[in-house]
């Protein structure tokens, strides 16, 4: 297959794309109000939401991933509409097809995430890679490239043919917890459900000629690793209590030593001990 176009306007796009994000950045970790680039890049959008409040503080992310899973019922929508899924690599050439099961991974480039009232917010930049979806009979394709996670408002962000950045889908929002902060490993743990945005579906379906694509529909399951700047303080960072995830990490610590090798006879008896003077409480 052919690969994309490599033109002075693309390569503008992708270059005011990095220095828009640069400063969006820098007014997140300085506690400003922004507001990201969906609204701005997508005016026609009924789904733009309104502006954000100023977080209450941020921290940088260094490196991670996210990995996107297209679900089985997704891919096999697009089979009966004749579409298939393709990589798209760093230099917007085609690639293999992407297989049932098998997730597309983008190592971050950038980002920060926020504490907005208790919840995961901020912003995270990828890789220049993407995906294509080709309709197999009329040869029409969309090319989805350089992908943002907007945690802020939960919504999964990418160009479409070298075009205008558009909300391709949203995930729930996830609070700040045990389950998505680790405060000790300095990561940012989310998994969710991507849901096709009602303007992402009408411009694929338009793109690839098909009807294939719907409102709401699960597209992907996303699992994301954010890790932390190392200089900065996580919980002053973020403005969490002082003794966030220490209750966790001291059970996650006594759980680690009861499953370590060579503990001492009699530590084993009195565990043992215990669970038959107290059976109701072993689980």
Do not use: C, W
């Not at 690639?95 to 920060?112: F, H, K, N, Q």
């Amino acid at each position: 297959m052919s690969s994309l176009p490599s033109t002075s306007a693309a390569r503008a796009h992708s270059v005011a794309r990095r220095a828009g994000a640069a400063v969006a950045t820098a007014a997140v970790a300085l506690g400003l109000a922004i507001v990201p680039g969906v609204a701005a890049a997508d005016p026609g959008s009924s789904e733009a939401a309104a502006p954000v409040a100023a977080p209450r503080g941020a921290i940088a992310v260094v490196e991670g991933a996210t990995q996107f899973a297209v679900t089985p019922q997704a891919l096999e929508r697009l089979k009966q509409h004749d579409l298939r899924l393709v990589r798209l690599d760093a230099k917007g050439q085609t690639r293999e097809a992407v297989p049932a099961g098998v997730p597309l991974r983008l190592d971050v480039t950038s980002g920060v995430v926020t504490n907005v009232d208790g919840r995961i917010g901020g912003r995270v930049l990828y890789e220049d890679r993407g995906l294509a979806v080709v309709n197999t009979k009329t040869r029409q394709v969309a090319r989805l490239a350089e992908f943002e996670s907007d945690l802020t408002r939960n919504a999964v962000l990418a160009t479409v043919n070298q075009s205008d950045t558009i909300a391709i889908g949203r995930a729930p929002s996830q609070r700040i917890s045990r389950e998505t902060l680790d405060v000790a490993a300095r990561q940012v743990r989310l998994t969710a459900p991507v849901r096709l945005s009602g303007h992402a579906a009408e411009r694929l379906n338009r793109t690839t000629g098909t009807d294939a694509f719907e409102r709401g529909e699960i597209l992907a399951r996303v699992t994301s690793q954010f890790n932390l700047d190392e200089e900065q303080d996580v919980r002053a960072a973020l403005g969490l209590d002082k003794d966030f995830n220490t209750v966790e990490k001291s059970q996650s610590t006594r759980q680690e030593a009861q499953q370590r090798p060579g503990r001492a006879a009699d530590e084993m008896a009195t565990e043992e001990n215990v669970k038959k003077a107290f059976p109701d409480a072993a689980g």
